[in-house]
């Protein structure tokens, strides 16, 4: 499902933990880091996309996560020229996306990211919350600050966000 300005609607998923930390997930067979997403499909809501997503990539159930909040709107990253599929019909451009911020609320151990015949993940670790900013691929940063940046006081109410090293910044963006 292509959007009539190329994009495809697709969910986002940060998975937090009780310290702040949020899960940074290896594709299988390669060398790149991203949080869990996946496409919307026609008859899907966001958050059903979310957590059928969630399900399919790592492993978990509604009942093992808190959903704390969403971004207000879609969140769009135009992928690079030589991603394109030209000779795909519609041509997808690249993706809009809506953030949703979880937080574990079961052992760490409950993560499977094989619960699938094909995962995505082969994978996976607790970040520090700007960690990504600095692994995910470029062309996907831009998105990741604004989803990080607008969901930070859902993980930390009392100073809005945290510093790249862990800091505090009061002025609620990244220290």
Request: glycine fraction near 10%; hydrophobic fraction near 35%.
């Amino acid at each position: 499902m292509i959007d009539p300005d190329g994009f495809r609607p697709n969910v986002g998923i940060i998975l937090s933990n009780g310290n702040g930390h949020l899960l940074w997930a290896r594709r299988i067979g390669q060398n790149a880091w991203q949080f869990p997403q996946g496409g919307i499909r026609s008859d899907e809501t966001p958050e059903e996309a979310m957590y059928r997503e969630l399900a399919e990539e790592v492993g978990l159930e509604p009942a093992q996560v808190e959903m704390m909040g969403a971004t207000r709107g879609w969140l769009r990253y135009r992928l690079p020229r030589r991603f394109i599929r030209r000779s795909s019909r519609p041509v997808c451009i690249g993706q809009k996306q809506v953030w949703f911020m979880l937080r574990l609320l079961c052992e760490d151990r409950e993560v499977c990211l094989d619960r699938t015949s094909n995962p995505e993940f082969d994978h996976w670790r607790w970040v520090d919350y700007w960690h990504p900013l600095n692994e995910v691929v470029a062309f996907k940063r831009s998105v990741y600050r604004k989803a990080l940046k607008e969901l930070a006081p859902l993980v930390f109410p009392d100073t809005g966000t945290v510093g790249r090293q862990g800091g505090v910044s009061r002025r609620g963006n990244p220290a």
